[in-house]
């Protein structure tokens, strides 16, 4: 059993950058794949990239490209997403969740989620 | 990119049975799974690879496609099954993931 916890809300100004963590304990680190999903308010869930901790490879969404950067720290067990420019359109819960990567790939899906965590940007 | 496209609403009345779909061109070649998420609180997997459930999820739900739809069906609906539900498919070509806008099951 896989348990994902993420770092705290934060109220972030326009033009400045948040980072979220998103710590997993149980299972086997190096066999897992964390994404990145937000929520704004009363919206639906927008995956924002990927990343393979095996090889450290990073995807993202096109809308995000350029913006946002997730990064693992193998030996705490921690993953990171850091999203820089925000704008107040960037208020949102931010999710992460977990695929295997040892289950092949069209069975894998989101396991696992974190608690989400709430960034608010506001001047 | 590709869209998934799901209704906004569905509503039910308790101890009968829901059906949500989801629509996206060639799904029927791509692997789909369903989440749940109750107000407040992260989504949770009710539905992977079109119709297996993970284990803790009860019978009552159950997942099919046919043609370009794909539905989520859940039997004798109860209160507590009131959220919202989304659809999620891989983009092979794109390697990105992709939710469906979501559809707020109404339990009246």
């Known amino acids: 059993q896989v348990h994902l916890v993420q770092s705290g809300a934060e109220v972030k100004k326009p033009g400045s950058s948040v980072r979220v963590s998103c710590e997993a304990s149980g299972g086997a680190f190096s066999s897992h794949i964390i994404s990145w999903v937000r929520q704004a308010p009363g919206q639906g869930l927008e995956w924002m990239g990927r990343?393979?901790?095996?090889?450290?490879?990073?995807r993202y969404a096109q809308k995000f490209q350029g913006r946002v950067t997730i990064a693992a720290d193998k030996l705490t067990g921690t993953t990171y997403m850091d999203l820089n420019s925000l704008t107040p359109e960037d208020t949102a819960v931010y999710y992460c969740a977990l695929e295997n990567y040892m289950v092949p790939a069209d069975l894998r899906s989101f396991d696992y989620w974190g608690q989400g965590t709430l960034i608010t940007v506001s001047s | 990119s590709y869209v998934l496209t799901q209704p906004p609403s569905v509503s039910v009345a308790p101890g009968k049975t829901a059906r949500i779909t989801c629509g996206g061109n060639?799904?029927?070649?791509?692997?789909v799974h369903w989440y749940q998420q109750r107000p407040g609180q992260a989504p949770v997997l009710v539905i992977y690879?079109?119709?297996d459930r993970p284990s803790g999820i009860p019978e009552r739900f159950s997942g099919s496609k046919s043609g370009n739809t794909a539905t989520l069906t859940i039997s004798g609906v109860e209160a507590g099954d009131e959220a919202d539900y989304y659809c999620?498919?891989?983009?092979?070509?794109?390697?990105?993931?992709?939710f469906g806008g979501g559809t707020k099951l109404t339990v009246v």
């Open positions: 690879y079109n119709a």
């Open positions: 999620q498919v891989r983009d092979s070509g794109s390697d990105h993931w992709v």
């Open positions: 060639d799904i029927g070649n791509k692997g």
């Open positions: 990343i393979i901790l095996m090889f450290g490879s990073t």
